[in-house]
């Protein structure tokens, strides 16, 4: 019987819990054999945060660790070898392999899922190469660097059933307040949408840092992988291990800059507020003045318009009342708006994967594994989050109106938008 298949019929699947209390139950309880084998690839701050939380569950046992940077892997694995060892009273403990080579964890049989923690211009690769090797995936947000590479990876974890969970957290956490936010637009409390304001940071600009002398233990040339060729600079590939979020995050060879860093957060709630997760807008229209970097209008075909820029997290405006939520807090207009306006039981209730914990979203997909469903963020709506921060980028980019059409995911009578949808590849890197 396949492992997954065995998975979903074995005790194990009776330990999930988000409670963080529970979670550190003894693995006596379970078979090594019966838990979801996860390899991880990309080993940085966020990468250890995601795996060590993972790692929590009874249900999973982490195998592998992935990293272009030598002491990076090496750390991943002392973690988790660690971790194990205590956990189990076994000195010793060395049940963790490292890889420099993404292609080398996906290749291993008794790998269940993986996590990809890379930056934004190596998800689209191994999560293909993951959904055709039939492993379940975590991927952190934006999923993908170009619209393409969004679509390509929700055609391939479609094509081959894997069970797919974009890092999109809010939806899951942060006490709720996001979800209750999003169901009050969603059941009218509000009255009708007129416009969304989403608060971040710049669009993405090019890369233009000096060259600096490549670290021992650094493979540079597979970090760039399918980006143009560069010098190495520590402020993209950090030296070692490190404990900051590293600023690739603002070039556009490699992402989206903060449009598609904290924008895959607030634009998600946005769309899960509208309703619109298998859509976006149809019209992008940049702001007067060409050296602006907020006030992009992004308009939806029902006329409702989101806004670049304004208070930090999703803010709707509406005929009778305003919903604005970020991490720390929920705000209405009027302020009573919740205790006035309860959801009655005909209403429309978001899915409710979450609590206060830290784990709820990672609880989310691995009780998802077990059962073969979908996740609260799976491959559609991770892509048509991320696909409305590409869209941004490039309307700053060219700062001209642009007309999009969400089907097709095309832009309309405008080829040079269109080559900016894909992005080429250097070498033989491809998504075949």
């Given at each position: ?144 660097r170009t619209i393409a590479e969004g679509r390509a990876m929700v055609k391939a974890v479609q094509d081959n059933k894997v069970v797919f969970q974009t890092g999109s957290q809010q939806r899951s956490e942060y006490d709720g307040k996001f979800r209750i936010a999003a169901e009050l637009v969603r059941n009218g409390k509000i009255g009708q949408v007129i416009s969304v304001n989403i608060g971040i940071g710049d669009p993405n600009v090019p890369c233009d ?224």
């Amino acid at each position: 019987m396949h492992r997954r298949h065995f998975l979903k019929n074995s005790t194990a699947t009776t330990l999930l819990t988000t409670v963080a209390g529970a979670v550190t139950l003894s693995r006596a309880q379970a078979n090594p054999n019966d838990r979801i084998a996860i390899g991880v690839i990309g080993v940085g701050k966020q990468g250890v945060s995601d795996f060590t939380k993972a790692m929590r569950f009874p249900q999973t046992q982490m195998v592998a660790m992935c990293d272009v940077v030598a002491q990076r892997r090496d750390n991943g694995k002392k973690i988790a070898n660690d971790y194990y060892a205590k956990l189990n009273n076994q000195p010793g403990y060395d049940g963790v392999k490292t890889y420099e080579d993404f292609r080398e964890l996906i290749a291993r049989d008794d790998i269940d899922a993986v996590m990809v923690v890379t930056p934004d211009h190596w998800h689209a690769i191994p999560v293909v190469a993951a959904a055709k090797a039939k492993k379940d995936i975590y991927c952190e947000k934006p999923i993908s660097r170009t619209i393409a590479e969004g679509r390509a990876m929700v055609k391939a974890v479609q094509d081959n059933k894997v069970v797919f969970q974009t890092g999109s957290q809010q939806r899951s956490e942060y006490d709720g307040k996001f979800r209750i936010a999003a169901e009050l637009v969603r059941n009218g409390k509000i009255g009708q949408v007129i416009s969304v304001n989403i608060g971040i940071g710049d669009p993405n600009v090019p890369c233009d840092l000096p060259e600096e002398a490549i670290p021992e233990g650094t493979n540079w040339d597979l970090w760039l992988g399918p980006s143009p060729m560069r010098p190495y600079n520590q402020i993209l590939c950090p030296q070692g291990v490190h404990d900051h979020f590293p600023a690739w995050r603002k070039y556009r060879e490699y992402a989206g800059g903060s449009v598609a860093d904290f924008g895959a957060h607030h634009f998600d709630i946005a769309q899960w507020g509208l309703g619109t997760d298998d859509t976006g807008p149809v019209r992008l229209v940049p702001p007067q003045d060409e050296k602006a970097n907020r006030g992009m209008r992004l308009v939806y075909a029902n006329g409702i318009e989101m806004f670049h820029g304004g208070p930090g997290g999703t803010t709707w405006i509406g005929t009778s009342g305003i919903v604005s939520v970020d991490r720390g807090r929920l705000d209405t207009v009027p302020g009573d708006l919740i205790e006035k306006n309860p959801i009655d039981e005909k209403g429309t209730k978001l899915e409710n994967a979450g609590g206060k914990n830290g784990f709820s979203h990672m609880a989310n997909w691995i009780e998802n594994i077990e059962k073969r469903g979908q996740c609260i963020c799976h491959e559609e709506i991770g892509h048509r989050t991320a696909s409305i921060c590409h869209l941004t980028n490039i309307a700053y980019q060219l700062r001209r109106e642009l007309r999009w059409d969400p089907k097709a995911e095309q832009f309309i009578d405008d080829a040079e938008a269109n080559k900016l949808v894909s992005q080429e590849m250097r070498g033989d890197w491809s998504l075949a």
